[in-house]
């Protein structure tokens, strides 16, 4: 584990290096590109601190340990990339419906299928959301840097242990494999999820306004019943639309009423922009530039970079779309958060959308040209 | 030892029964309590790990322990996290032919090859039966189901054998006719510091009637479905009664019976897992029978006694490193010890 000072290492390296320090002490996973560094390096990690590295017959097997080891106690980690996230999503919505604490990286790598294997994407931005089946409420994180890897990281355990859910990170094969500077911090915040400290307690339904339950582990004598069917909220299956309808309401309403605290976005240039780009992960990298460049000529661009993808911080762009003449969605896909864009800020501002297939980030220049004939 | 009333006052959730009536699972339950019962395992220390189909309801909800009741065919997976996390969780997965040796027998496999401690209980009862008895890996060639209404093109896995290939350290096969040696087995398979493996062919009277083609009143039902598998189990570590033939009907078994009987032979019906409902002809001459039997006009052909039968027993009781051991050892050497 690195000590507090700067480094040079790659993305996946700090995302290795967040999760051991925010206290995941399992790694379960398969291999995939482009994430296979993650669970390289916790390969050699994990043992040194009292944690276990297993490597699972495949992505299902993968996610499935980490929900027994978090029941066991564990803060798990699973890493994929986009085929093997979509063979986790059946265990996700039972992560869900379970409440289990769990992280799942997503390097997102450039598909549809095998696609392009090992270059980037931002195609699974959907696929965290409504990737799994059911009704619920997804937490994903994006980072854009080797810094957000770790930092970003941490935040997602964090947020997995206080509301109880699997949260998603989002990252992509350029930012999991750029070599950056890495500033590790002395101190940071260590969540860790409520356990009972009474002889009774019901793991799957609370009084307490969070509507967070308390959370037992195996073998603390609770006879735990957990189950992915429709259950009491003291585990026992209970098919009635009451019981069903109370449980899926409660367990995606924790997220909902948790958004302020959860959404993070990073603003830069925004407080007087006319025009605005709207971005995530790598793409963000290139905007964030085209901004600056247009900021010295003299033209008041702005760029709103989502931290958080889901829950979508509406509120942030409904204020930026009241505000902004144009903005212009920056996205390695064929264009899916535009749609989300559209659907919160529609007719409240000109919503334009840069995509990009191929593999390949957009180029300064590309958001540059765009936003010039974008202004106003 | 304890009357299955205190037994259920101890281990079982109380007023759930989700079996249908004659189900074997009760069975398998009353076997799997017994066994920790008399071996006085703590209910803390037991986390019982199921997936989805009949079998996967054993524990959850009827066990009073720490259940985990996971997607299809996962069980395995779930339960290798928890116990790699927690090596003391005396973890049991129950799982089912369809759950365990279908979609999930990729973990199944890779569980035995591993040789984690963990103790799976594999219930075949030779179909899908919650989803409505569609053809399984384990469902017999030719076996009329509801997705095979011409007979199953497919042939049945050999599960047991298939992981004790894997590399199971603890690989048993009973019947629910087997109480006394399913419980004993299982009481082996907790002390086994490896992958432990049961399968239990059991009766499922809802669906199995149509499957295997047994009729018989909802009461008799069961207790055919018991004897069928007891008559069509065999064991090879340990001498088996050989004075005996089947006669496999022409028309009806009752008429093949009748003229059976009427040449003073000790015959009598039962029914057989692949021969059907065959008239069971013991002789201490059987040289003679089988050439006076075969050429009866009520008679199809004969049978041997072991012919269409399934092996049953303790066919792995072995040594090799358990996987938490071995992972403690990585951690051993991560750390320069």
Known sequence: MLKPGKYLVMGNIACAEGALRAGCRLFAGYPITPANEIAEYLSSEMPKFNGYFIQMEDEIASIAACIGASWAGAKPMTATSGPGFSLMQENLSYAHMTETPLVVVDVQRSGPSTGQSTDPSQQDFYQARYGAHGDYEVVALSPWSCQEMYELTIRAFNLAEKYRTPVIFLADGMIGHIKEELVVPKDIDVINRKGPIGDKCTPFGTDDPSLVPEMPKFGQGYKLQVTGSSHRSTGVRDYSPQVHTELVNRIRNKILRAEPEIRDVAKIEIDDAEIAVIAFGASARPSYGAVKKLRAEGVKAGLLRLKTLWPFPEEEIMALANQAKAVLVVEMNTGKMVREVQRVACNHTKIASLTRLGGITPTLSDVYNELRRLKP | MKSLKQLKSEYIVENLNAFCPGCGNGMILNCFIRAIDEMGVNLNDILSVSGIGCSSWIPSPHFRGDTLHTTHGRAIAFATGAKVYNPNLRTVVFTGDGDGAGIGGNHLIHAARRNIGITCILVNNMNYAMTGGQIAPTTLHDAKTST????????????????????????????????????????????????????????????????????????????????????????????????????????????????????????????????????????????????????????????DHLEGKFEVGVFVHSKRLEYTEALREVSRRAKGE
């Open chain 2, 148 to 303: 095979s209404p011409y007979g199953n093109p497919e042939q049945p896995f050999n599960i047991a054998k298939l992981v004790a290939a894997a590399g199971a350290t603890y690989v048993a096969k009973w019947t629910t006719y087997h109480v006394m040696e399913l419980t004993q087995s299982i009481k082996e398979a907790l002390n086994n510091n490896g992958f432990s493996f049961i399968e239990v062919m059991s009766q499922c009277p809802t669906q199995q009637r149509n499957i295997l083609n047994i009729r018989a009143s909802p009461q008799d039902l069961p207790y055919r479905l018991l004897d069928m598998l007891g008559e069509s189990a065999y064991r090879a570590d340990r001498p088996e009664k050989e004075n005996y033939l089947y006669a496999v009907p022409l028309k009806t078994p009752e008429e093949s019976e009748k003229e059976i009987a009427g040449l003073g032979y000790n015959a009598k019906l039962v029914d057989h897992i692949t021969l059907g409902r065959v008239v069971r002809v013991e002789s201490e001459k059987l040289v003679d029978a089988k050439s006076q039997l075969k050429s009866l006009q009520t008679v199809r052909r004969l049978a």
